[in-house]
């Protein structure tokens, strides 16, 4: 196969190659950075280090030469910029964090390079993974002087999603197999619906945290996103395990190998479709999509339950209580004293705290810590923030009854497809549209989009699958089911 061809290859098929020794890990390095360049107008990557990169690809063909390479080894991802890393600045997309280089790896990073895989370069977010679009990225990409939102590659015009957008168009435009995301409200699956690939997040606490800036303790969840469900559960395997002693957020629970079951049959598996997924909001486009790929599911042996989920309409008001007073919480350490941005000129330590902030954060980050704050503070705390908690409670309990009467729940994973960019200027309009992923992030349940076809102007909408908890193998083996029956995974956008 040519080398103009690699980019079109699954992880799976890239990796095989690179087993048998038919491309080596420089090539694939040297191709996909390649790509990252000629394709550079999409605003996806805002750090690259070919030298870095490089050299991992060669002890990568080290490995594999003493055929000691894992089922990784070689392959070429890169990664969200909210995982710290030593060989490439690190700035969550914010001022407040420009030019920052971290002595150390996130844990997921680390776990995915004692794989064996090659780290490419550092992606695009919204800053602190605070948006749905990827519009509030404060840090210039790579070939640009100034932040610009990163571009969706089915229609350069629209938006990829958010916060993950930057990994979500990197994979869609085929700049690499795979990348990295986080997912606090729905920041892997909402951007891997409107560029046209899989992403999972997994059950809170699977994935360690250590080494991933925290926006809200209780929500972050790190997860991989690639073209097939296949692709998904190779990283996925690798990413997962206990990080006891670096993480206390991490659960105590072994790493799975999530590739094990891909092809068992889903001849029974009971899909729960709630009535709360299917109301007012959903556009007609990825209604039709969606109607078609639960059918598809029927042909595949599945059966259609109707379940309830009755307070999906309340995940909106209690995420944007608590995942702002966490945030509130855990930017407080940004004050310009021990690391990140300072302000250059201050009369005295306050002034220099306030200024530091005013400059450091964008617009969108400044909001939810001023909510954060105000949910938190005295007097409002009892209102807000514990009514919120209780209810938190009761949409997990509303997931647990459901799951009495199916195996996963399935629904649109946003109401639209991507919108214009700049297309949604009222904050809260862009709240409205995490509807459908919130629930299962306030659960702390895994949750999947995969590609289930075409909306208005042929852009990409997604499916959402949510298991119970540690049910990830059984939605990466029902996507994939999926996944072998269509071919809405393979699509690419036009010129890639």
């Known amino acids: 196969m040519s080398q103009t061809e690699l980019h079109q290859l699954s992880v799976a098929e890239l990796a095989a190659q690179l087993r048998a020794k038919q491309v080596s890990a420089t090539e694939a390095a040297q191709h996909f950075l390649a790509r990252a360049k000629q394709h550079q107008n999409l605003g996806a990557f805002v750090a690259i280090n070919e ?21 990784l080894a070689g392959v070429p991802i890169a990664h969200k910029d909210i995982f710290v890393t030593k060989d490439f600045p690190t700035t969550a997309a914010s001022k407040m964090l420009e030019g920052y280089q971290s002595p150390f790896d996130a844990t997921v990073v680390k776990k995915l390079a004692d794989a064996g895989v090659v780290t490419l370069g550092k ?22 002087d100034a932040a610009q939102p990163v571009r969706n590659p089915w229609n350069t015009e629209r938006v990829p999603g958010g916060s993950s957008g930057g990994s979500a168009a990197a994979v869609a435009a085929r700049l690499a197999p795979a990348v990295t995301g986080t997912d606090t409200g729905g920041s892997i699956r909402q951007p891997a619906s409107f560029c046209g690939i899989t992403g999972i997040k997994p059950t809170y606490g699977r994935a360690s945290r250590y080494g991933m800036i925290a926006f809200a303790s209780s929500l972050d969840q790190a997860g991989p996103m690639g073209r097939s469900a296949e692709d998904c559960a190779l990283l996925l395997s ?78 909106v008001p209690v995420y944007y209580i608590l995942a702002p007073a966490e945030a509130s919480s855990n930017l407080s350490r940004f004050d310009g004293v021990k690391f990140g941005h300072r302000a250059a000129k201050y009369e005295d330590l306050n002034d220099m705290y306030k200024k530091t902030r005013a400059e450091g954060f964008g617009d969108e980050v400044k909001r939810r810590i001023m909510i954060g704050a105000y ?4 007097g ?67 949750g999947l989009s995969l590609p289930a076809g075409f909306g208005d102007g042929g852009m990409p909408v997604g499916l959402q699958l949510i298991g119970n908890y540690f049910g990830e193998a059984k939605l990466l083996n029902a996507a994939h089911r999926f996944q072998q029956a269509t071919d809405f995974h393979l699509k690419s956008p036009v010129g890639i």
């Open 380 to 446: 409002y705390y009892d209102a807000y923030y514990l009514q919120a908690q209780k209810i938190r409670r009761m949409i997990a309990d509303d997931f647990q009854a459901a799951f009495k009467d199916c195996d996963v729940i399935a629904g649109a994973a946003a109401p639209t497809t991507a919108w214009a960019i700049g297309g949604k200027a009222d904050p809260v309009s862009n709240y409205l549209a995490d509807i459908f992923t919130l629930p299962a992030s306030l659960a702390g349940l895994p």
């Open 51 to 71: 030298d870095a990169t490089l050299a991992q690809a060669k002890a990568a063909d080290a490995l594999i030469a003493e055929g000691k390479g894992g089922k």
């Open 238 to 315: 690798e990413m997962c395990g206990p990080d006891l002693d670096r993480d206390s957020t991490s659960l105590d629970y072994p790493a799975e190998d999530f590739t094990a079951r891909l092809g068992d049959s889903i001849e029974g598996l009971r899909i729960g479709v709630p009535a709360e997924f299917f109301g007012e909001g959903l556009s007609d486009d990825v209604r039709t999509a969606v109607d078609a790929a639960l059918k598809e599911y029927e042909k595949l042996g599945a059966k259609l339950v109707p379940v309830s989920l009755p307070r999906t309409e309340l995940s």
């Open 375 to 378: 949910v938190l503070s005295e």
């Open 123 to 144: 992606l695009n977010c919204d800053e602190f993974a605070m948006g749905g679009a990827n519009e509030n990225s404060a840090v210039p990409p790579v070939g640009f």
